[in-house]
Nanobody, 116 residues
Framework: QVQLVESGGGLVQPGGSLRLSCVAS????????MAWYRQAPGKQRELVAS????????FVADSVKGRFAISRDNAKNTVYLEMNSLKPEDTAVYSC?????????WGQGTQVTVSS
């Protein structure tokens, strides 16, 4: 059974930083492309960043470009989202997704709140 578990969310002041982690079990993460999504209250889920199974960046949302970065450590079966210069509008539940041509797997999400 494939499981993705996110961690690293929390409350941070504007301008602060967080690093989210997504750890996989039940599969080898290097077989999948990876993506981070977020969903703010009352808004649709949006793609934040994604990368291929080999680590090539696929997409970074304009709203986070230059502030967020996706990376992976296949040896640790983990994907990260480094978030810097956080803004109140970054407040959302952040979820990771593992994808290939046949499957999508989602984590349960971690809350990020940016507030003073």
């Amino acid at each position: 059974q494939v499981q993705l578990v996110e961690s690293g969310g929390g409350l941070v002041q504007p301008g602060g930083s967080l690093r989210l982690s997504c750890v996989a079990s039940g599969t080898v993460l290097e077989l999948y492309g990876m993506a981070w999504y977020r969903q703010a209250p009352g808004k649709q889920r949006e793609l934040v960043a994604s990368m291929t199974s080999t680590g090539t960046a696929l997409f970074v949302a304009d709203s986070v470009k230059g502030r967020f970065a996706i990376s992976r450590d296949n040896a640790k079966n983990t994907v990260y989202l480094e978030m810097n210069s956080l803004k109140p509008e970054d407040t959302a539940v952040y979820s990771c997704k593992a994808f290939n041509a046949l499957r999508n797997y989602w984590g349960q999400g971690t809350q990020v709140t940016v507030s003073s």
